[in-house]
């Protein structure tokens, strides 16, 4: 019998240990379990591995096809990750492989998938509600951002632009809301345009930020940045990272945490620790507010696909 055409499949984690065992010098038996999860088609999967008392995590990327990537998109990240924590940014970093490379694949059900083996973050997420993790978040997501500037990788990876946030977004959408989906997709179509008319503005006048755009981490939350006990953070999960607006870096977390929503005092406690660092321009604080109506728009085509246990329903609030 011809074997059928699988959409996505998940790695047992017996044989995902086994993969990782043969490709790592971890020093001893490799345990390995998936991470609990919501099953949903934009994730990566993830794996909780032990040797002896220490912890990784493993990622089995989903195949690159689902979101245009391919090697060098993973190669990128996992070098800025290893560039980061050679600068002392406490981030989640790649371990290097026996072969001395970070990426490895697998030959899955639906075709080749990348994976990579990560330190393990310990703590807890960060709490929106504490002004001395917000200040300290604000600090070192400057600090990512000063120190990225001397990153200068051979390899490409797909920019954070506006084709990418808007264009390709909105193309997603109007395909598959052709029907059905008219008074929402004025909605999307006028507030995306209007964003990003403000952005073209700010961009391109004299005033402009000239670090303004370089590596950044693409989805900071609070979910994905660990405090330990000792109130030291660690920030882990940069798969939507890449060349971006700094502006947008910042518009993200507020948008993922609703800072926006809250008392101001957890939102200027942020900022206080981002301009200890990097003080904002002008146009970069002024970019931050269309950036935000972007963000929605990029989730909602990010949710809108053709395929996958996402579906197509999923609508975030212009």
Not at 50 to 58: E, H, I, L, W, Y
Not at 99 to 122: H, I, M, Q, T, W
Not at 293 to 308: A, Q, Y
Request: hydrophobic share 35%; charged share 25%; proline share 5%.
């Amino acid at each position: 019998m011809e074997q059928i055409r699988v959409t996505r499949s998940f790695v047992a984690g017996e044989a995902m240990g086994e993969v990782i065992d043969a490709a790592y010098e971890l020093g001893g038996p490799v345990r390995c379990r998936m991470f609990s999860k919501m099953l949903r088609t934009q994730d990566n999967d993830h794996y909780l591995v032990q040797v002896g008392d220490q912890k990784f995590v493993g990622r089995v990327y989903q195949q690159g096809d689902h979101l245009e990537r391919e090697e060098s998109d993973y190669l990128y990240e996992l070098e800025w990750l290893d560039f980061l924590r050679q600068h002392e940014i406490p981030v989640a970093y790649p371990i290097r492989r026996q072969d001395g490379r970070f990426l490895g694949s697998v030959n899955a059900p639906e075709g080749k998938r990348y994976f990579a083996l990560f330190s393990y973050a310990e703590g807890r997420p960060m709490s929106t509600a504490n002004e001395d993790q917000l200040y300290r978040m604000g600090l070192e997501m400057a600090r990512v951002h000063v120190v990225s500037n001397d990153f200068h990788p051979e390899i490409n990876r797909q920019p954070i632009n506006l084709e990418f946030l808007v264009d390709k977004s909105l193309e997603r959408v109007q395909k598959y809301w052709a029907e059905g989906r008219n008074e929402d997709m004025e909605l999307i179509l006028a507030s995306a345009q209007e964003a990003k008319s403000e952005l073209v503005d700010l961009i391109s006048n004299p005033h402009h930020t000239k670090d303004g755009w370089g590596p950044i981490g693409g989805d900071f939350h609070n979910v994905n940045t660990f405090f330990d006990e000792n109130g030291e953070p660690g920030f882990f999960n940069f798969d939507w990272c890449g060349p971006g607006w700094r502006a947008y870096d910042i518009a993200t977390f507020l948008q993922n945490t609703n800072l926006i929503e809250g008392p101001e005092k957890y939102t200027e406690a942020f900022f206080a620790g981002y301009y200890s660092i990097r003080p904002l321009s002008n146009n970069e604080h002024a970019a931050i507010s269309p950036f935000l109506t972007i963000r929605r728009v990029w989730l909602t085509g990010l949710f809108t696909m053709g395929e996958g246990l996402a579906g197509h329903t999923f609508i975030a609030p212009v």
